[in-house]
């Protein structure tokens, strides 16, 4: 009895003097982790309002911010951290990053003459914060925390547990709403596949997926306004508001500003539940593909949001409607100068967007606008990025058949890419040579679409058409996608054909301050230019040409004509 109350009571003290050196540890790492993602915090924050030498800073803040996503996984790992190592390399990583705050307030304060009189102090402090740095991260180790299977496992239920915890606060953080909002399509893609036909028993998760999703994006906007990367306008500012289209699934307007600036409005209207979560996600889509790209002078510019019970996206006004009624009003007047100028406009923004990974899906003349006789690329509803296309999503499978490829009425489970793209737009080119749009005098529209894809009908050229150009659009719409050039090629042709300079093309690798500025450039230009046209010129208001197309999408408001929409997967 007695030698086993000893091994009791003398057995049970080293767990126990264990447990509290274990806790000791856990709460001083844990401690490390507040502080560390403190002064990463406070870094970012230095950085972000410093006036000079960014680019200096920048080599500092990269590295430091790859570093918060560990500290977060460690923090959810902390009550299986129990090596006093650990310990002391958070010291030494604080100790770092705190230089690294310093010098970065300092050198942030550093301008003129004195930055280069100070120049090789500047850069040997760098190197050596660089070098001690990444020693801390050595000593760390945070890629294995996790040394083997079992611990993985553990890892594994204890992300699950916090992911069910998060779970009500992802729609306040921002890249993770992005990221979710993607795997949420691809569910919901998976469900309308693989569920097809038997909505009765699943309507209710499908339902509650697309509402999850919508939920999700509405708190996006909402952030995105807050931090004011997105411009909010009062409705109550706009006046003269004219109605000049209006389909099943919302309204266009144009109107003025408080600034006196004529604008467009794409007004989502409250309809059914199941049509407003599709119109919603086409919205969605278009605002945030406009965010990225709408800073080139040929893509059509996205200027902000309202809120007139529903979203109302706030656009660029083009004065001179689609380049469908473009083509009809002014064809007789057009020299080839300025064909070839417009076929240059569209190649140049579709090639921006090639360039960025995003590709259209659904080009034709009515999603091309003219503003003072200058070509934009517009309605962004079925557009998507290149790792988000699917082959049953909406926008691969609807077009306008004039403008879709042969594939997608051969192959149900065919996938659009950039090719696709141009596919369309070469049948674009031929318009503007003929001023009227493709296959007008064909009489059995139902069988349009088997003859592109079966019988290889194409328009024939426009008399008088240069060869080369000819060649181009040709080559553009042939069957085999694999035969078609690609964007860069299309464009160093029509360049060459309108003796521009390649130079004069927006270069791709545009940082991302120089895109916002001239982001902010080229809606001010706009807008200035609105607002100067109010006199009565070609932009003003009072011109009453039919503008009852613009803005009008296909997709986003709903056929006008509809026998020009077709689901390709009935062929």
Not at 253 to 260: D, E, L, P, V
Not at 301 to 316: A, K, P, R
């Amino acid at each position: 009895m007695f030698v086993s109350l000893y091994l009791i009571i003398f057995g049970t003290v080293p767990i126990l003097l264990s447990i509290v050196d274990t806790t000791r540890y856990i709460f001083l790492i844990t401690s490390c982790v507040v502080i560390s993602t403190g002064l990463i915090s406070t870094i970012l924050k230095v950085y972000e309002v410093a006036e000079n030498n960014k680019k200096i800073c920048f080599a500092l803040v990269e590295r430091v911010g790859v570093i918060t996503g560990s500290l977060n996984s460690l923090e959810l790992r902390k009550n299986l951290v129990r090596k006093e190592a650990y310990y002391d390399a958070f010291y030494r990583l604080n100790n770092v990053l705190n230089q690294i705050r310093e010098f970065i307030e300092q050198i942030s304060q550093i301008r003129g003459f004195k930055k280069y009189a100070i120049a090789i102090s500047i850069n040997e402090r760098l190197m050596r914060l660089t070098i001690e740095y990444e020693a801390a991260m050595k000593d760390l180790q945070f890629t294995l925390v996790v040394a083997n299977e079992e611990q993985r496992k553990i890892d594994e239920e204890v992300l699950m547990e916090d992911n069910i915890q998060s779970g009500k606060h992802l729609t306040r953080i921002d890249n993770k709403v992005e990221d979710l909002t993607g795997e949420i399509k691809n569910i919901k893609n998976f469900l309308e596949e693989n569920f097809r036909g038997k909505r009765g028993a699943n309507a209710d998760i499908l339902t509650e997926v697309e509402n999850f999703r919508v939920l999700l994006d509405e708190e996006w906007i909402k952030k995105k306004i807050e931090e004011k990367d997105i411009n909010y306008f009062e409705y109550s500012e706009f006046s003269n508001i004219e109605i000049i289209g209006e389909g099943g699934f919302g309204i266009v307007k144009k109107a003025i500003t408080g600034g006196k600036n004529r604008v467009a409005l794409k007004c989502l209207t409250k309809k059914s539940s199941n049509i407003n979560i599709k119109v919603f996600e086409s919205l969605m889509m278009e605002l945030k593909t406009l965010r990225e790209v709408s800073y080139h002078k040929n893509i059509i510019s996205f200027l902000g949001i309202s809120n007139d019970n529903g979203y109302v996206v706030v656009l660029e006004y083009a004065n001179e409607g689609n380049l469908r009624d473009y083509l009809t009003k002014k064809f007789e007047s057009l020299e080839w100068e300025k064909k070839i100028q417009m076929a240059l406009d569209i190649t140049c923004g579709l090639k921006f967007l090639h360039s960025k990974g995003i590709i259209h899906r659904d080009l034709h003349s009515k999603n091309v606008l003219v503003n003072n006789g200058e070509l934009l690329i517009a309605d962004f509803g079925f557009s998507e990025r290149l790792t988000e296309v699917t082959f049953n999503s909406t926008g691969n499978r609807m077009g306008v058949i004039e403008y879709v490829e042969p594939q997608c009425f051969k192959d149900k489970d065919y996938v659009k890419d950039k090719r696709s793209d141009v596919y369309s737009l070469g049948v674009l080119l031929w318009e503007i040579t003929s001023g009227y749009p493709p296959f007008l005098n064909i009489e059995n529209r139902d069988m349009l679409g088997y003859q592109i894809s079966h019988n290889n009908l194409r328009e024939d050229p426009i008399e008088g058409t240069p060869l080369e150009y000819q060649l181009l659009y040709q080559e553009c719409w042939d069957d085999n996608p694999v035969k078609r050039p690609n964007i860069d090629q299309v464009y160093k042709e029509i360049s060459r054909l309108s003796n521009v300079n390649c130079t004069n093309e927006q270069e791709d690798s545009l940082a991302v301050s120089v895109s916002n500025v001239n982001c902010a450039n080229k809606q001010e230009n706009s807008l200035a230019a609105a607002s100067a046209s109010n006199s009565g010129g070609p932009n003003s208001l009072n011109n009453q040409s039919d503008l009852s197309d613009l803005y009008l999408s296909d997709t986003w408001i709903g056929p006008r004509n509809e026998s020009a929409i077709v689901d390709i997967n009935q062929f």
